[in-house]
């Protein structure tokens, strides 16, 4: 005949709901506003751009605004900065060579520092490699391009050469400022108030704008 044990039970022991660590005697500190980011794709259609700047307003303005009517708008964030570009830019007839760049400007207005002197340039003459740069700030934040800057700035930032057919990629770091007041944005189109939309810029002849319908350009 087999014996069973009895089960143990600890009868010293005591239930209680423990408490939550760490104790707060205070409500604690918190990030009010976060350090967002965002990449948009953006391409120039059938225009090429031979050499012109984008402004810290245009590069907000693709970031993104709230239409306020169907003709005016304001930026969706009042301070951003630049984390990285990239270039792709194909190659349409064969033996003949692409070249695309990208540059910080040299000398941006109504700052006390010069730009960087780095330029990232590619040419490509096959059809299976686009010519392809990608351009990002100092790591060590002595550069204003590192800087965190205003989106109702219009300073020119970053100079561009690309072909027709080019995508770019801009990686954002951005803040939505509840503690104040938004700043207008550009002129819109047809604009149903209330809607995000990015807002295509103009480079040179070409125009820059959200690689899909979906992300509302406009």
Same mark, same amino acid.
């Given at each position: 005949m087999k014996r069973t044990k009895a089960k143990k039970t600890n009868k010293k022991k005591l239930l209680?709901?423990?408490?939550?660590?760490?104790?707060?005697?205070a409500p604690p500190h918190y990030t009010i506003q976060e350090n967002r980011s965002w990449v948009i794709r953006c391409t120039n259609g059938?225009?090429?751009t031979l050499g012109a700047t984008a402004t810290l307003f245009q590069l907000a303005g693709m970031l993104g605004v709230i239409a306020t009517s169907a003709t005016t708008s304001s930026l969706i964030c009042d301070q951003f900065k630049i984390r990285r570009i990239c270039l792709w830019s194909p190659v349409t007839t064969a033996g003949?060579?692409?070249?695309?760049?990208?540059?910080?400007?040299?000398d941006p207005a109504s700052t006390v520092t010069s730009g960087p002197p780095k330029t990232q340039e590619d040419s490509s003459v096959s059809f299976d490699r686009p010519a392809y740069v990608c351009l990002t700030p100092p790591k060590d934040n002595s550069s204003?391009?590192?800087q965190w +800057?205003?989106?109702?700035?219009? =300073?020119?930032?970053?100079?561009v050469v690309a072909p027709a057919g080019s995508i770019m990629d801009i990686h954002y770091n951005f803040i939505l400022d509840d503690?104040?007041?938004t700043s207008a944005g550009p002129v819109l189109v047809a604009a149903t108030a209330g809607n995000i939309y990015h807002k295509s810029f103009t +480079?040179?002849?070409?125009?820059? =704008?959200?690689?899909l319908a979906q992300q509302n350009p406009i």
């Amino acid at each position: 005949m087999k014996r069973t044990k009895a089960k143990k039970t600890n009868k010293k022991k005591l239930l209680y709901n423990s408490p939550q660590r760490p104790l707060y005697l205070a409500p604690p500190h918190y990030t009010i506003q976060e350090n967002r980011s965002w990449v948009i794709r953006c391409t120039n259609g059938a225009t090429a751009t031979l050499g012109a700047t984008a402004t810290l307003f245009q590069l907000a303005g693709m970031l993104g605004v709230i239409a306020t009517s169907a003709t005016t708008s304001s930026l969706i964030c009042d301070q951003f900065k630049i984390r990285r570009i990239c270039l792709w830019s194909p190659v349409t007839t064969a033996g003949t060579p692409v070249t695309n760049m990208l540059k910080w400007v040299d000398d941006p207005a109504s700052t006390v520092t010069s730009g960087p002197p780095k330029t990232q340039e590619d040419s490509s003459v096959s059809f299976d490699r686009p010519a392809y740069v990608c351009l990002t700030p100092p790591k060590d934040n002595s550069s204003v391009f590192s800087q965190w +800057t205003d989106s109702s700035l219009t =300073t020119a930032w970053i100079q561009v050469v690309a072909p027709a057919g080019s995508i770019m990629d801009i990686h954002y770091n951005f803040i939505l400022d509840d503690l104040g007041n938004t700043s207008a944005g550009p002129v819109l189109v047809a604009a149903t108030a209330g809607n995000i939309y990015h807002k295509s810029f103009t +480079t040179g002849a070409a125009t820059w =704008t959200t690689a899909l319908a979906q992300q509302n350009p406009i």
